[in-house]
């Protein structure tokens, strides 16, 4: 396997999901205690960007040996690693798991910071990573699988940082992370409503294959109004001076969100979708949480 392969598998373009989880959960971390860890915070981006490289190698690793993706069925071979690649599948099986090892190594580092807390967490997200790709039925090929990704992502692993940067368990916290929750599970929505062809000849019951691609895109434009107004809504409850923000929030974000409501969403128009929707997560994640430092400056001003 070559550098660039292994890049490809790890597919840094879904990143910025997970980095958008810890970075919120630093913000909010900082302005709990008006303090941060550096140290702790670069572990927690460390950690978020290895688990999401794993779960992308394993999801091409299993699609790939169950025969869900062939070369008909991709759009260019920049996705595909395992179909255009020539090296053996075991090898993006063994990176993978080489990503993990690395995430909980690190982790041991926040174990010891903060205690067995992040320890239980942990071990509840690896075996949703094992139950996400592999086993009989993944949940990647439920109607689930947006669900379940939000929440680990967006929910669990925020409020997982959260604790680490703070030692104190805020339920709160869980609340403030719903356009984190609506943002990822949208990340996995627009690639399934991209593929519901694909998926429905290699057996998937995502969500998008259920409602069909008229109902899913009526759901998607509803759930992107419902991102950016969540965190409208957040802002001005939690934060009020950092409502400030929200107008250069809907100035920037409006041409992606657009964008990716006026997409097809189907097999052609999936890189297109994909990119939009991932730097749609950066954008809003960024200024939801340059909402929560002005209010926090505002406030010692």
Known sequence: MTCREAVMLAAP???????????????????????????????LLAIAILTQAAVNALNDYFDYVKGSDTAADNVEASDSALVYGSFPAKEALYLACGFMAAAFAL???????????????????????????GGATPI????????????????????????????????????QCIPLVIGIALIMMTNNTCDIEKDERSGRKTL?????????????RALVALWMLSIAAIVTIWWTPGAIVVPFMVLAASPLLQKLCTLPLDSPSRIAAMGAICN????????YAAAVLASSMALTL
């Open 13 to 43: 373009h879904t990143w910025p999901a997970s980095i958008m989880s810890v970075l919120l959960a630093a913000v909010l971390a900082y302005e709990a205690q008006d303090s941060l860890s550096v140290s702790l915070t670069a572990a």
């Open 208 to 220: 998008p294959v259920l409602l069909g691609r008229r109902r899913a895109r009526a759901i998607y």
């Open 140 to 175: 990647s090929y439920l109607p689930i699988g947006e669900a379940v990704s939000g929440l680990v992502m967006g929910a669990a692993l925020p409020f997982a940082s959260f604790y680490v940067l703070t030692r104190s368990l805020q339920p709160l916290v869980l609340v």
């Open 107 to 133: 982790g041991i580092y926040c174990i010891v910071c903060a205690g067995w807390i992040p320890l239980a967490i942990a071990m509840g997200g690896a075996v949703v990573i094992a139950l996400y790709s």
């Open 280 to 287: 749609a997560n950066v954008v809003l994640g960024a200024f």
